[in-house]
């Protein structure tokens, strides 16, 4: 086991308004939010917050009602988002890329009060899904949902013009909200199941953004490039929290691409670039292709497994910052550990860093929780100020999620001899491989690692009648600059019998989940579709 103790007293905490509230009094003048042309300095901000505060309030929002977030990045997201917890309303972000479907299961799994969404975004009508919902609820369904709010003119009848709201000279009384009082439901992707919404509290999320950002270094005078939507846990809490917390500016890089994030970086003078890793390559790619005079000290990359390669790509002459720092978290756990860039060489390489203040890693044999020797791979359980509350509504959920107090993240890992913690895979993605466990990260980064063409592969278990199962390999490359039979040659010659692919694929890109990471289940899908003559009543059994 892995603790640290946690130096940031409970009272010292507070709630995120009040982070806000202590930003303003600190560095009012100072630029909270960059976006586009457009600053906005802490005051601004605090005072749109108060402004959207006030009108949401006469509309009756309050004490742990929940409030969806259906919007882009972008002043009017921080906004909303700091006036909801401020009513101590609860805030339950939602992706723009969710459609009808997804958007109803989250406003009728948490209960939302409230939809605050724009007519539309990036092309897309939202206005015409969120009709769908409003012929929903006249239906007699979705019966909590008593506002739909738009932030600017819509063409459904049944919304309210957020800037209409109320009279914004009307101001509200200000309540206390306890720091243990619920803050935000997140909902976790849905890569491996229905998404489920993880309740955080003020106190759990400050906390934790509290520690995370001074590990960062984060301060006055930092300024945060963030690609990431503020709508997931990377986006709010790296981003729009911790940003807050530690005064930072942040700078809204949303919607992405490689070309627009560096060339925002390059003007915008950007410190810390954040950046998930199917964006970090495409980011070092574009730099090498056209250089720019970038300022970045750090270059900060979390929500999916990152190679010993990219971590390489991403320092040095043909890179894009100074150092690079791999934060490992779940959206149950947000930033269980942070690998920081005056770490051990060896460690930069491959780990994910050691545990954060005031959080625990337990290296456990499976089912259980005994400890499991240095170097032994097991399942990764966690305890700390940064663990959830419980789902959503789901008791059931919840119960299975904690073993004894220690929420069980469904990843496997080891910590070594220097208490650096390594992730191995996700739970379910082992692989029985005639009696040996197999790995799908380890099998992918050596592929990845070994094999100059290969972008980025993922690592699938099929059935196979002879070992049970046997790893089959789907990797990304240019056109025309790989084969199948490349790849199996070259595992032939470099990996263990048991971690050899049997089946390759060389595609141009993967299933993903909306920020990027490989959508598993649709792969397996996928991987059906492609392998049509195995027997698929093997692995449903087993």
């Keep these: 086991m892995i603790a640290n103790s946690d130096p940031v007293a409970p009272e010292e905490t507070g709630t995120i308004p009040t982070v806000l509230a202590d930003s303003v009094r600190e560095n009012a003048s100072g630029t909270f939010l960059v976006d586009?042309?457009?600053?906005?300095?802490?005051?601004?901000?605090?005072?749109?917050?108060?402004?959207?505060?006030?009108?949401i309030a006469g509309l009756?929002?309050?004490?742990?009602?929940?409030?969806?977030?259906?919007?882009?990045?972008?002043?009017?997201?921080?906004?909303?988002?700091?006036?909801?917890?401020?009513?101590?309303?609860?805030?339950?972000?939602?992706?723009?890329?969710?459609?009808?479907?997804?958007?109803?299961?989250?406003?009728?799994?948490?209960?939302?009060?409230?939809?605050?969404?724009?007519?539309?975004?990036?092309?897309?009508?939202?206005?015409?899904?969120?009709?769908?919902?409003?012929?929903?609820?006249?239906?007699?369904?979705?019966?909590?949902?008593?506002?739909?709010?738009?932030?600017?003119?819509?063409?459904?009848?049944?919304?309210?013009?957020?800037?209409?709201?109320?009279?914004?000279?009307?101001?509200?009384?200000?309540?206390?909200?306890?720091?243990?009082?619920?803050?935000?439901?997140?909902?976790?992707?849905?890569?491996?199941?229905?998404?489920k919404g993880c309740l955080h509290t003020h106190r759990s999320l400050v906390r934790n953004g509290r520690v995370a950002a001074g590990l960062t270094g984060l301060g006055a005078g930092e300024r945060i490039a963030c690609p990431v939507p503020f709508a997931h846990v990377f986006g709010f809490h790296m981003g729009v929290l911790q940003a807050a917390i530690s005064g930072s500016t942040l700078i809204n890089a949303e919607p992405y691409s490689a070309e627009t994030y560096l060339d925002i970086c390059e003007a915008e003078e950007a410190t810390v670039a954040y950046a998930v890793p199917t964006m970090a390559r495409e980011i070092v790619t574009a730099q090498r292709l056209r250089p720019r005079r970038l300022t970045l000290?750090?270059?900060?990359?979390?929500?999916?497994?990152?190679?010993?390669?990219?971590?390489?790509?991403?320092?040095?002459?043909?890179?894009?910052?100074?150092?690079?720092?791999?934060?490992?978290?779940?959206?149950?756990?947000?930033?269980?550990?942070?690998l920081l860039p005056a770490d051990p060489p060896a460690e930069r390489a491959a780990s994910v860093g050691r545990p954060i203040l005031g959080v625990e890693v337990l290296i456990a044999r499976p089912t259980t929780t005994e400890r499991m020797a240095a170097g032994e791979t097991g399942e990764i359980l966690v305890r700390g100020h940064n663990t959830m509350d419980s789902y959503l509504s789901d008791p059931a959920a919840t119960a299975s999620k904690f073993r004894h107090g220690w929420l069980v993240t469904g990843d496997l890992g080891s910590v070594d001899a220097s208490d650096y913690l390594h992730f191995?895979?996700?739970?379910?993605d082992m692989m029985l491989v005639g009696g040996f466990n197999a790995y799908p990260r380890e099998i992918e980064s050596r592929l990845e690692e070994g094999i100059e063409e290969v972008d980025e592969a993922a690592v699938i278990g099929v059935p196979d009648d002879r070992l049970g199962q046997v790893p089959m390999a789907w990797v990304i490359a240019e056109p025309g600059a790989l084969e199948a039979d490349q790849v199996l040659g070259w595992a032939r010659e470099n990996l263990p019998s048991y971690k050899r692919p049997r089946h390759v694929r060389v595609v141009e890109d993967?299933?993903?989940?909306?920020?990027?990471?490989?959508?598993?289940a649709q792969l397996a899908e996928r991987t059906r579709r492609a392998l049509p003559g195995l027997d698929w009543r093997r692995a449903s059994d087993g």
């Design 60 to 195: 009756g929002i309050g004490t742990e009602d929940r409030v969806v977030l259906w919007l882009p990045n972008g002043v009017t997201w921080v906004a909303a988002f700091f006036a909801a917890l401020d009513l101590g309303a609860i805030v339950v972000p939602a992706g723009t890329r969710l459609r009808t479907a997804d958007l109803q299961h989250v406003l009728e799994d948490s209960g939302a009060r409230a939809l605050i969404f724009t007519p539309s975004c990036y092309g897309i009508d939202f206005d015409r899904m969120v009709a769908e919902i409003a012929e929903e609820r006249l239906a007699g369904g979705l019966p909590a949902l008593d506002h739909l709010i738009s932030t600017g003119p819509s063409a459904v009848s049944a919304a309210i013009p957020l800037e209409e709201s109320t009279d914004p000279a009307a101001p509200t009384e200000h309540r206390r909200v306890d720091p243990g009082a619920p803050a935000i439901a997140c909902y976790t992707s849905g890569t491996t199941g229905r998404p």
């Design 510 to 520: 993967l299933p993903r989940a909306p920020l990027g990471k490989v959508a598993r």
């Design 36 to 55: 586009g042309p457009a600053r906005y300095s802490y005051a601004a901000v605090s005072a749109r917050a108060e402004e959207v505060r006030n009108r």
């Design 297 to 338: 000290r750090l270059a900060l990359v979390a929500g999916a497994p990152v190679s010993a390669r990219l971590r390489a790509s991403l320092t040095g002459a043909d890179g894009i910052a100074e150092g690079i720092s791999v934060v490992y978290g779940c959206t149950e756990a947000p930033t269980i550990s942070q």
């Design 424 to 428: 191995e895979a996700r739970t379910d």
